[in-house]
């Protein structure tokens, strides 16, 4: 077996290759997720054209525009942008964008959640099985940190994760009533195509 030590979160003092590789990779699974693997496309952007040149046209300006996005861990970055109230942690893969936390805290608490004993088992009667819970204290602050604020926004970005109904949760907004047992991602934006 052959082990190697490395950090848990990118060393931006050390890790100028990874981080800039995760930056380009942003991009290209979004541009991916565009041209073959949902068809995303916003409402935003318009009639979706025909031709592919204009696609990435209108996809490149758009991604020009979007605030700076700093990797963490893996698929994490946290969203750098001066403007904004709040310093949002989000997880991108393609157009699946989420948010894991409106502040650093509550990300550290997300990704760090195996590691710092903060799950109670709960019992399921219906299951028959103990399913983890976080403790009250932490679900309280996700509660808080994820409850519906008109301030909670990310200029171009904020569209996207919209797209799907996984990023509602992110701005506390819910697409099904409560206690709704089945959550199918649906899109929420099916976009009309050029003639």
């Known amino acids: 077996m052959v ?31 565009i041209i073959s693997v949902n068809y995303v496309w916003l409402k935003s952007w318009g009639v979706k054209p025909k031709s592919l040149e204009r ?15 700093l990797p963490i861990r893996n698929s994490s970055c946290v969203v750098d942008n001066d403007n904004l109230k709040w310093n949002p942690v989000v997880s991108v893969s393609g157009s699946d964008v989420n948010i894991l936390g409106w502040d650093f805290r509550t990300y550290l608490l997300y ?5 710092l004993n903060i799950y109670t088992d709960v019992y399921d009667e219906e299951d028959e099985r103990f399913y983890p819970e976080l403790i009250d204290e932490v679900q309280k602050i996700n ?6 604020d008109e301030s909670k926004d990310i200029p171009y970005l ?17 697409y099904h009533p409560e206690n709704a047992r089945i959550h199918p991602i649906v899109k929420t934006h099916i976009a009309e195509e050029e003639k």
């Open 111 to 115: 990704e760090l959640r195996e590691h």
């Open 143 to 148: 509660n808080e940190n994820f409850k519906y």
């Open 158 to 174: 904020k569209e996207i994760i919209l797209y799907w109904s996984s990023g509602w949760r992110g701005f506390g907004l819910s």
């Open 3 to 33: 082990t190697e030590e490395c950090t848990f979160f990118y060393n931006w003092l050390e890790n100028e290759v990874e981080i800039i590789r995760q930056i380009k990779c942003f991009y290209k699974w979004m541009w991916d997720d």
């Open 55 to 69: 696609k990435k046209e209108i996809f490149d300006e758009w991604f020009s525009k979007l605030p700076q996005l």
